[in-house]
């Protein structure tokens, strides 16, 4: 496609009624083999070393695995069957019609397309995906967990998403034959009469499953691998635009200041002037109220069930600061495969990347509270120095650069749709 056609197809997502299928269809475009150049020129951006820098810190992808400590079974094979089998399963909820797959669907990124989730009621946030979910250090828009597995007990639970308690989930796995079996065999003995032990092994089991769904490389990897090796031929089959918008990305956008490294995300939350008032009422306090809810909880690394027996991994817990800074700020997401999984925002507030692009081009500073200085909430006597955001001004041209630049993080291969693999267990 030439660089007419990405920027018209662009710009016309941002405007009138604007289907998902068509941002899809912009990023599978964006992503053709790499053997057939967009630009029939072969065009190769003339980048600056500092440019260069900035772009190859965002890989090398995929990044490497190790186990989580807190969690004694992740990357176990046992385990990563028994999570799967409870993820899609919808009698893992209180009247059997919500399962973890109702709102993290395959096809659709492992999110579900909808602006707020809705499992047994409408909540008041937009899923976020399961991707490379492994890699994060807080979990949930407001980093109310510091686990992947305290983060899965919190659906269970909750009225809204499975309406569970836990003495129903206990009493399920234990009374049902073949999860009582993949139990033992999972964790080295039948579910214990604590209800809450079976729960939190439970949450660990989804977590090991959820580990294995990572994307797999996209058109910007080829191109930054191309870069660090030198190779021009391969690196001008990147598309014209997604160079144009990288540049704009790493450059004067400073968006790479946030949507740092690998993942595309420094892993902490900012304020970025979206409107926090919850459709059922009342004002979510983002980050604020999950700093509260993260120190209570019985489920975060300090506690008693990290498997970690030194603790190392909850040093961050531990020195979070409660700061009023951190009110309205929500978790800076990561960028790979943002293009297939809109609405954006917590609260699903901006309906398409384009839309995206366009809110920190024209972004309001007067809406924001007080994060759009700079700060580390980990290191809260640091002494903030610098505007983090400020209105970018982007022509038309520019902000369909940076979402054609959005749209070639996207891996294909990860919106398959999926279900439960195939029993060859003996737990029939």
């Known amino acids: 496609m030439s660089d007419g056609g990405v920027t018209g197809l662009l710009r016309s997502l941002g405007t009138g009624h604007r289907p998902r299928i068509f941002v899809l269809g912009a990023v599978l475009t964006c992503l053709a083999p790499l053997g057939k150049t967009q630009d029939s020129a072969g065009v190769l951006l003339d980048l600056g070393d500092q440019e260069r820098r900035l772009i190859l810190q965002h890989g090398p992808w995929p990044q490497p695995w190790s186990p989580d400590p807190s969690n004694r079974v992740s990357g176990k094979p046992e385990a990563i069957a028994l999570g799967e089998r409870l993820f899609f399963d919808a009698r893992l909820s209180s009247n059997g019609s919500v399962s973890c797959a109702t709102c993290h669907v395959p096809e659709r990124g492992w999110t579900d397309g909808r602006k707020l989730a809705v499992g047994m009621g409408e909540v008041d946030r937009n899923t976020p995906s399961l991707l490379n979910i492994r890699h994060n250090r807080w979990f949930g828009w407001d980093g109310a967990n510091d686990t992947l597995w305290a983060q899965n007990v919190r659906p269970l639970l909750d009225a809204r998403e499975m309406g569970l308690t836990e003495k129903r989930i206990a009493e399920f796995i234990r009374g049902d034959r073949e999860y009582a079996c993949r139990f033992g065999k999972t964790f080295g003995a039948p579910p214990a009469a604590d209800d809450e032990a079976v729960v939190v092994a439970v949450g660990k089991a989804l977590a090991a499953f959820q580990e294995t769904l990572v994307t797999g490389r996209t058109a910007f990897d080829e191109f930054r691998d191309a870069l660090a090796r030198g190779d021009r031929a391969a690196a001008s089959r990147y598309p014209a635009p997604a160079q144009r918008g990288l540049r ?9 200041l946030c949507h740092f490294g690998p993942m595309f995300s420094h892993g902490e939350f900012h304020e970025i002037g979206i409107p926090v008032f919850k459709k059922s009422g009342g004002v979510d306090w983002g980050r604020y109220e999950g700093i509260k809810r993260l120190r209570a909880s019985r489920f975060n690394l300090l506690g008693a069930y990290n498997d970690d027996p030194k603790r190392a991994d909850g ?96 891996d294909p291969g990860s919106l398959k749709p999926r279900s439960v693999a195939a029993d060859n267990s003996s737990c029939k």
Not at 248 to 256: A, D
């Open 315 to 410: 040093i961050a817990t531990r020195h979070v600061a409660l700061l009023p800074q951190t009110f309205e700020q929500f978790k800076v997401p990561g960028l790979r495969n943002v293009a297939a999984t809109a609405p954006y925002m917590h609260n699903g507030h901006l309906a398409t990347l384009p839309d995206v692009v366009r809110h920190y081009s024209e972004i309001n500073l007067a809406l924001l509270h007080v994060a759009h200085v700079y700060f580390d909430p980990l290191v809260p006597e640091a002494i903030p120095t610098d505007t983090l955001l400020k209105p970018l001004n982007l022509t038309q041209g520019e902000m369909a650069d940076v979402a054609a630049f959005l749209a070639t993080l996207t």
């Open 248 to 256: 704009i990305f790493v450059g004067k956008g400073n968006c790479n």
